[in-house]
């Protein structure tokens, strides 16, 4: 059994740029959710997929948008970037039972310039 | 709305103290609750969630509605403890995971 990986481990942009950040889930979760982390504070919830659609959303404008595969792989991707997009983002999966128990991955280090 | 309080954002303790981390939600409905780990570079886990009534790495976390309070609590803090703890609260009937987190605790177990 895999856990969830995210790719890439880091990343750097600059402000007004586009950035599309990746989510395996772990083997068997048909349901993602992705949550920034800023500095010094817990993760929030961005948006969560289940079977390919939108299942609910965070306090998060329309230039985060997302995607869900088949496989149950996810992308995020965050348009015209701000400095205050810099952040971890973190993907979650969650069980086919539909558990609130999530599985974290090591998440993604965003850095807007 | 639903929020997660964590009071206090850093603590300390020495090794075979006891150990009580403040957790505080709100929310109209009836959550669940869950607290979650970050050891020094590894991933976010789950420690323990309420409804399991489970002890785990000696920690416990009993669910109060009265007083909307999560705490978790260990009667004898060791070194390996040391990491960032996060209460989540998850709305039932949102499923699938949602999950709203506090700020975070990192908490320091002295030798």
């Known amino acids: 059994e895999t856990g969830v990986t995210q790719s890439p481990t880091h990343l750097i942009k600059t402000r007004g740029q586009q950035v599309t950040l990746r989510c395996s889930s772990q083997?068997?979760?048909?349901?993602v959710s992705w949550y920034q982390q800023a500095l010094g504070q817990g993760p929030q919830f961005i948006f969560q997929?289940?079977?390919?659609?939108?299942?609910g959303r965070g306090n998060f404008p329309p230039r985060f948008s997302g995607l869900q595969f088949p496989n149950y792989s996810s992308e995020l991707n965050v348009n015209a970037l701000e400095l205050d997009d810099s952040a971890l983002y973190l993907c979650?999966?969650?069980?086919?039972?539909?558990?609130?128990?999530?599985?974290f991955g090591q998440g993604t280090r965003l850095t807007v310039v | 709305a639903q929020r997660v309080t964590q009071p206090e954002k850093l603590l300390s303790v020495f090794k075979g103290a006891p150990v009580e981390l403040k957790c505080n939600y709100s929310?109209?409905?009836?959550?669940?609750l869950f607290w979650y780990v970050q050891y020094s570079r590894q991933r976010l886990q789950l420690l323990l969630r309420?409804?399991s009534r489970e002890s785990i790495k000696g920690f416990t976390a009993d669910l109060n509605k009265g007083e909307t309070s999560f705490h978790l609590k260990k009667p004898f803090a060791q070194e390996e403890d040391s990491a960032m703890y996060y209460c989540?609260?998850?709305?039932?009937?949102?499923?699938?995971?949602?999950?709203?987190f506090g700020r975070g605790t990192q908490l320091t177990v002295w030798p």
């Open positions: 309420h409804i």
């Open positions: 929310y109209s409905g009836s959550p669940e």
């Open positions: 979650a999966s969650s069980p086919v039972s539909g558990a609130a128990e999530a599985f």
């Open positions: 083997s068997g979760h048909n349901t």
């Open positions: 997929y289940y079977r390919e659609e939108e299942n």
């Open positions: 989540a609260l998850s709305p039932r009937g949102s499923t699938l995971g949602r999950l709203y």
